[in-house]
């Protein structure tokens, strides 16, 4: 068949986007949008530009001398890796792309592990041969050990190489951008070395639904491969739930990828990846097969989160004030819709009224989905991330992440104290052109509330990923640094002058002129307890004329903190309030005489 399925993965901000542009760019019949020119064309979604990151997995397709190639553009963080598990049931190779100057990196490891025990056929493109301090047979040698060390068959060991530079639309078989054009030897190397889909004719219609999209006019678009028969517009079909039930459906439309877009088409052959609509309640993992013979495929099968946050509606003295959804109705409807098409969150109510717990992959995994939510109107309010422990055979497991970082030598040793103090033991550490590259085993645990700590200590010069290893037995309590806060003793508006006098007790979050209630976090103490303040307090005016000696101390500049600098931030009794334009740290009980009467029960 003049088909090839191809899944394109690589660690964040190794340029895979941008390869995968090029490749649109240069394939037979793309013409592109005035407004797409010179942006990311993949990157589609607000948070993925704002990021440069690759969030959600989508679907492209380029032809190349008669030949389709359907690419699956995946996400590069581990995080994420709901989606990368799904993608490999739709695709028959690889393109793996490495920095020629960074070589492979962890979440590059843990994406290439799944498509190495999948079996696909892999192709290395080393990319950014371009920079200056570029290494690209160093990136090949490193790439080669890591292929062995995740047990790479002989097959897959054999790769093909391919060198580029896809900023500007160049590849090669050779690492000199001199002799490189264009990206047609990548397109070659596509047709020739991965193979084409296996078609099994003697199967019934069957297609895996790996991804879900909705339309305005059409609902619901179930998105996946189809391994066997023919598709067809307005055909009854068999849908096979998760739990094996079997429901007759009718197909209202039938699509195919071409470029970026979803075309109808009357009929779609196996082997191709396809789009179709007319089944409410179809969800992620689930068999469309055929009507008289109806055969499931294997349930795609997920890792189990290892982060848990509790979701519930806002219960500030400020709600309503931002946002358009409040109710805890609107928090247990949309929170179901990200279940539909996000296979690695899990939603379950809290016990308490108004209270969901939702786990997830870590905490960027739940933090974007957070940010979601909020940009749609959504109001809620979250608690701190906590790990899932496990009980095996009578003892406590816990979740492990292998940890890699990368800072200047300078601050090995403070990185290897902070570490440490998290239960994080070292496994390797390589120092070259002054550049250490640290290996740690720490409990997941261990890595909640570090990233502001680690840029702290490192100057904001280091960079740390992290992958999840799998359950140990639980390592033993530890203490990171005790935070204490600083808390609005009453509601109003802050205003200089008491903004002035909290100040001498640590770092502020907010400025002048923010409205806050009683129980708000309005800043960091400088020592580990938390403290009352009055940032609405004024100076009282008299008849008499004060006068100003030297010059008039002035306010600090607020500390802005984002929302995962919230997540990182707050303790056990305190929550982050999000609203669509505020997000605000609080204690958990408002009332300092409620919290007082709490402690002392």
Excluded at 93 to 109: F, H, R, S, Y
Excluded at 111 to 132: C, E, F, T
Excluded at 500 to 514: E, M, T, Y
Aim: charged share 25%.
């Amino acid at each position: 068949m003049n088909i090839r399925n191809i899944a394109i993965i690589a660690h964040v901000d190794h340029g895979k986007t941008t390869l995968v542009d090029a490749l649109l760019k240069q394939s037979e019949g793309f013409k592109l949008k005035t407004d797409e020119a010179n942006n990311l064309i993949m990157d589609s979604n607000e948070l993925e530009k704002e990021r440069g990151i690759t969030i959600f997995s989508k679907n492209a397709s380029i032809k190349h001398k008669g030949v389709k190639i359907n690419i699956v553009d995946t996400p590069g963080h581990a995080d994420f890796g709901g989606e990368v598990e799904r993608i490999m049931r739709m695709v028959d190779g690889v393109l793996l792309l490495v920095d020629a100057k960074e070589g492979p990196m962890p979440q590059t490891k843990f994406v290439l592990r799944k498509a190495i025990q999948a079996g696909h056929k892999i192709i290395l493109v080393i990319n950014k041969i371009d920079k200056p301090d570029a290494r690209p047979q160093w990136a090949l040698n490193q790439t080669f050990d890591l292929f062995i060390e995740l047990g790479a068959g002989d097959e897959q060991i054999n790769f093909p190489v391919i060198y580029a530079s896809s900023i500007q639309g160049k590849a090669g078989l050779e690492p000199d951008l001199s002799k490189m054009e264009n990206v047609q030897p990548l397109f070659e190397k596509i047709i020739e070395y991965i193979p084409a889909p296996i078609i099994n004719s003697n199967k019934p219609l069957q297609m895996l639904t790996v991804n879900l999209a909705y339309d305005n006019y059409k609902g619901k678009i179930a998105i996946g491969r189809l391994y066997s028969g023919v598709l067809k517009k307005g055909m009854v079909v068999s849908h096979i739930n998760r739990n094996g039930e079997i429901k007759k459906i009718q197909l209202t439309s039938v699509m195919l990828f071409d470029g970026l877009n979803r075309i109808n088409v009357e009929e779609a052959a196996a082997g191709d990846i396809v789009a179709i609509s007319g089944i409410a309640d179809i969800s992620i993992g689930e068999t469309i097969s055929d009507i008289d013979n109806p055969e499931a495929l294997p349930v795609i099968t997920i890792d189990e989160p290892t982060i848990k946050m509790t979701f519930g509606v806002n219960t500030s003295p400020l709600v309503g004030k931002d946002g358009q959804y409040t109710t805890s109705r609107n928090l247990k409807e949309r929170l179901e819709q990200e279940l539909e098409t996000d296979v690695a969150l899990k939603v379950v109510p809290a016990g308490v009224s108004d209270r969901w717990i939702v786990s997830g992959r870590g905490e960027l995994h739940l933090a974007i989905l957070i940010e979601k939510m909020r940009r749609e109107g959504h109001e809620l309010e979250v608690s701190k991330p906590q790990v899932i422990l496990k009980e095996v055979d009578g003892k406590t497991m816990e979740p492990m992440e292998l940890v890699f970082i990368e800072s200047p030598d300078k601050f090995s040793g403070i990185i290897i104290e902070m570490m440490g103090r998290r239960l994080g033991k070292m496994k390797d550490m390589k120092v070259e052109r002054e550049e250490a590259r640290l290996d740690f085993v720490v409990p997941t645990r261990g890595l909640i509330g570090i990233r502001n700590e680690f840029l702290i200590n490192t100057k904001g010069l280091g960079i740390i990923n992290s992958i999840f290893m799998g359950y140990e037995e639980f390592k033993g309590e530890f203490f990171s640094n005790p935070h204490g806060s600083l808390m609005a003793s009453e509601s109003g508006v802050s205003n200089s002058y008491g903004l002035l006098n909290a100040q001498g007790r640590g770092r502020l979050f907010i400025g002048p002129g923010v409205e806050i209630y009683e129980g708000m976090v309005v800043g960091q103490n400088a020592k580990a307890e938390d403290i009352m303040v009055n940032i609405c307090k004024t100076k009282e005016l008299t008849n008499f004329r004060t006068k100003n000696f030297g010059v008039q101390e002035g306010l600090e500049a607020p500390k802005q903190m984002g929302l995962e600098d919230a997540l990182d931030y707050i303790g056990e009794d305190e929550l982050v309030e999000i609203t669509p334009k505020n997000i605000r740290i609080r204690k958990a009980i408002l009332s300092e005489h409620e919290r007082k009467r709490t402690r002392k029960q």
